[in-house]
């Protein structure tokens, strides 16, 4: 068989792929491999040993800092954004389907966020706070209310302030996938479900939900790790808790052993898991909606 050459643009592209896809994961893979030196090892190649040393003094604690307090807020902020921007983005575009007035508007008021500085984002939340924390505190000085003159401290934190910074990351990217979907979903379905006597609810349930469940999935994928990882909009929003990116930045300048490179494996690690386990409910949901449609088909012959 003629075998057609190559010519120099598919190896000069090639080449320019591998040294993106170096550029891409190569600090990643680097951490992952530092972080499994030994109890002499450093912050840089060459290696020193391998073991498992640096994730136990990882477990064990690193310096002051509470890493795991701030490792589980950030995992609970990360589910409850990656439940908001799923049930947030499952309305509006069911709400989009419609048009009414104000709707083009209301479309880029929801995805501008994604053209706004994240820090700038950040200082905004920060500085609404600050002037509702005031008008709060003047307004129990001026009413007499005791709770508030003596208990009160602020209304940022990390469910609060904190939890909206995220979402304003994260609901542009779901209501997107969300609007996408539904602009290619036929209405047939709903439409025969109505003609045998579904209600409107019963509809979503047992024909839309089913249909648009892998979208789901993937949407709060995108909520879950892009709350994760999240620090500029965490910057200025998140009070006096610390989330676990707030201060993995923090030990940068104060951990000089792999010990750092261990905490960064363990996330790095967590986030993969995440994706395998949407990727796997994914591949379920379509391979259950295709058995039922095989069972249905045998039933109608």
């Not at 709770?147 to 939890?163: C, D, E, K, V, W």
């Not at 439409?191 to 709060?220: C, K, M, N, Y």
Request: hydrophobic share 50%; aromatic share 12%; with cysteine.
């Amino acid at each position: 068989m003629h075998s057609e050459k190559r010519g120099p643009a598919f190896w000069f592209l090639a080449g320019f792929f591998g040294l993106y896809v170096l550029f891409l994961y190569g600090p990643m893979i680097t951490i992952v491999v530092l972080s499994f030196q030994g109890p002499q090892g450093g912050l840089t190649f060459p290696m020193n040993g391998v073991s498992l040393f640096w994730f136990e003094k990882l477990f064990a604690g690193v310096g002051v800092v509470d890493i795991w307090t701030a490792f589980g807020r950030s995992f609970r902020l990360g589910l409850i954004v990656c439940i908001l921007t799923v049930v947030i983005s499952v309305m509006a575009g069911l709400a989009f389907r419609r048009k009414f007035r104000g709707a083009g508007l209301l479309f880029y008021v929801a995805i501008a966020s994604l053209i706004v500085p994240s820090i700038v984002v950040s200082l905004g939340i920060g500085l609404e706070f600050r002037i509702l924390d005031d008008v709060i505190k003047s307004l129990g000085n001026a009413l007499g209310i005791e709770a508030i003159q003596r208990g009160y401290t602020t209304g940022m934190g990390i469910f609060t302030s904190g939890l909206g910074a995220h979402l304003t990351w994260t609901l542009p990217f779901g209501l997107l996938i969300m609007f996408a979907i539904f602009n290619r979903f036929n209405p047939s379905y709903e439409e025969a479900a109505r003609d045998l006597g579904a209600t409107p609810w019963q509809t979503f349930r047992h024909v839309v939900l089913p249909i648009i469940a892998p979208s789901l999935i993937g949407v709060g994928l995108f909520g879950f790790t892009l709350s994760w990882d999240e620090l500029a909009r965490s910057s200025q929003a998140m009070g006096a808790q610390n989330t676990l990116p707030m201060s993995l930045q923090g030990l940068t300048t104060t951990v000089t052993t792999p010990e750092i490179y261990a905490l960064g494996t363990l996330t790095t690690a967590i986030s993969f898991s995440v994706i395998a386990i949407c990727f796997a409910a994914a591949i379920l949901v379509q391979k259950r909606r295709a058995r039922r449609g095989s069972d249905a088909g045998k039933g109608v012959v």
